[in-house]
């Protein structure tokens, strides 16, 4: 259970996977850890990133069981628990409790384009239905599925309910959403390129999948931040922004993947269909890590 507001920088964690996409759950030990050491403030585990759309039940459980064992207290872990429907979400949400996760994010429902109500007696259920807190997680350029400030509003007021990962890129939605909820309610962004401006507007910090590949780069734009140092933080933004501008490289999520490869991190494919960068492109992302010195 969380403890505090969440808060900082959240690496969205890919989900490692053998050459045969089976679960690589050594490789996720791996990769927990190295987030870890990199300073980041909680982890994020079975969302977007992590392919979640590819992922059965029981291996979104084994995820989450792998992160929290691994993980050992260390920071927060985030299950990404999202359905299509109340009923599959509620069932995901309980078994991310049952794994020991410490929250839940949860996308909007997509394909489907359900009005405010709907929405909102959605995320009231689901609250119902767990102890745990809840962020609920807007990304309306890929679910066409939007959150508009009158209905977080309303949802900030459902007990468990703590907080929005707001993937919008709209900053005038962002700095809307954070004066209609109440102090203790976090909004944190979702794109990358935005957190120190999210931060100026009063934000917590971010989901970022960046931070696979650049923990302590990220985790610094907030701990820089808090501290004081703006123009240290501001710079650690610019340095971060080029890998996230290079997503647009191949079909999302495989850039940060290839990248983790290209690391030594053996995270290896996305599942199909998704496939692997074109050989330009990796070589284009190979010249923008050395660059980074992150090779």
């Not at 969302?47 to 207290?73: C, F, I, N, P, Y």
């Not at 709907?118 to 599925?145: C, D, G, Q, W």
């Amino acid at each position: 259970m969380l403890k505090a507001a969440p808060s900082g920088i959240i690496p969205a964690m890919v989900t490692p996977m053998t050459a045969d996409e089976q679960l690589n759950e050594r490789s996720l030990r791996r990769l927990t850890n190295y987030l870890i050491e990199g300073n980041v403030h909680g982890l994020f585990a079975a969302g977007s990133q992590g392919e979640s759309w590819a992922l059965t039940h029981d291996e979104k459980r084994r995820v989450w069981e792998t992160v929290v064992d691994e993980t050992r207290g260390r920071v927060p872990v985030y299950a990404g628990t999202a359905g299509m429907t109340t009923r599959q979400t509620i069932e995901l949400t309980q078994l991310a409790e049952k794994a020991g996760a410490d929250a839940v994010s949860i996308l909007t429902p997509f394909f489907i384009r359900p009005n405010e109500d709907e929405l909102f007696h959605h995320y009231k259920a689901i609250a119902e239905s767990t102890s745990l807190p809840i962020v609920i997680y807007s990304n309306p350029i890929r679910t066409n599925v939007r959150v508009s400030p009158g209905l977080l509003s309303r949802l900030a007021q459902v007990q468990g309910i703590v907080g929005i990962k707001d993937s919008s890129g709209d900053l005038e939605l962002t700095a809307e959403y954070i004066r209609v909820v109440p102090p203790g309610f976090s909004v944190l962004v979702g794109l990358d390129t935005l957190i120190y401006a999210g931060l100026t507007y009063g934000t917590r910090g971010s989901i970022a999948a960046t931070a696979n590949v650049m923990p302590a780069l990220a985790a610094s734009i907030y701990d820089r931040f808090m501290a004081g140092d703006l123009a240290g933080a501001l710079q650690a933004q610019r340095s971060l922004a080029p890998l996230r501008l290079a997503f647009s490289w191949g079909t999302y999520p495989v850039v940060i993947k290839e990248a983790l490869n290209l690391m030594g991190m053996d995270v290896g494919p996305c599942r199909a269909p998704v496939g692997p960068l074109a050989t330009d492109q990796r070589v284009a992302l190979k010249r923008l890590l050395r660059e980074m010195k992150v090779l």
